[in-house]
């Protein structure tokens, strides 16, 4: 069974940093991997997806790389802002053809300015 | 183009009564998915759907029925609910034909069931 790790659970830092999400998966056949952030109070928003085959992904201020053999991703903020400030979850997708996620239970991240 | 939507945004439910949130998306997706996610737990899949008329078990299915008669919409059904139903109930959708594989979610549901 697919289990899905991110540490740490909360993360505080100050406007400007840059900073390192981590996720860990225990089976590495997966299809793909998804960064979500979610807003207090709100659904999930998707902020990069990797497939299996590729390395990292790019967005912004936003860089998620997967290493599958090792069974780990991570996601790199640049510039930290205040409204970066949410939970971020990592989700693997087992393939299959239903596209299922199995999500770890998220870091919780504050920007103070 | 709404996206994912959900319905109700928030109920308050007594021991045993039943009632059936409603999730519906405008992108054309071929599947659907209920989560709910709890403190400490996570999100967790209830069931899901990959077409219009089927429907599947997810991680935690117990206690709760789904349909998905049209292709556009996916219900999800609590006959007699129960305390340990309070929750917070995500609906998404995903996959068309050529189109990004990521999952859209909707806004969420609140459930509390006393």
């Known amino acids: 069974k697919q289990e899905v790790t991110q540490i740490p659970a909360a993360l505080s830092v100050p406007e400007g940093e840059n900073l390192v999400l981590n996720c860990s998966f225990t089976?590495?056949?997966?299809?793909?991997l998804q960064w979500f952030r979610q807003d207090p109070g709100k659904g999930l928003t998707s902020l990069l997806l990797i497939q299996s085959s590729q390395r990292e992904q790019t967005s912004g201020r936003l860089n998620a790389s997967l290493d599958k053999s090792s069974g780990r991703s991570t996601l790199y903020i640049a510039a930290s802002q205040p409204g970066d400030s949410a939970t971020y979850l990592c989700?693997?997708?087992?393939?299959?053809?239903?596209?299922?996620?199995?999500f770890g239970k998220g870091t919780k991240l504050t920007v103070n300015p | 183009n709404a996206g994912v939507t959900q319905t109700p945004k928030f109920r308050v439910l007594k021991t045993g009564q039943s009632m059936t949130l409603l999730c519906a998306q405008d992108?054309?997706?071929?599947?659907m998915y209920w989560y709910r996610q709890d403190p400490g737990m996570g999100l967790r899949l209830i069931h899901y759907s990959v077409g219009e008329g089927t429907t599947a078990k997810g991680e935690v299915p117990d206690g709760y029925n789904v349909s998905r008669l049209k292709k556009q919409n996916f219900l999800l059904g609590l006959e007699s609910a129960a305390p340990s139903q309070t929750s917070v109930y995500f609906c998404?959708?995903?996959?068309?034909?050529?189109?990004?594989?990521?999952?859209?979610f909707g806004p969420g549901t609140r459930l509390l069931v006393l």
């Open positions: 992108m054309n997706h071929e599947y």
């Open positions: 089976d590495s056949a997966i299809y793909n």
């Open positions: 998404a959708s995903s996959y068309q034909r050529g189109g990004p594989e990521t999952q859209y």
């Open positions: 989700a693997v997708n087992g393939g299959g053809g239903s596209e299922k996620l199995v």
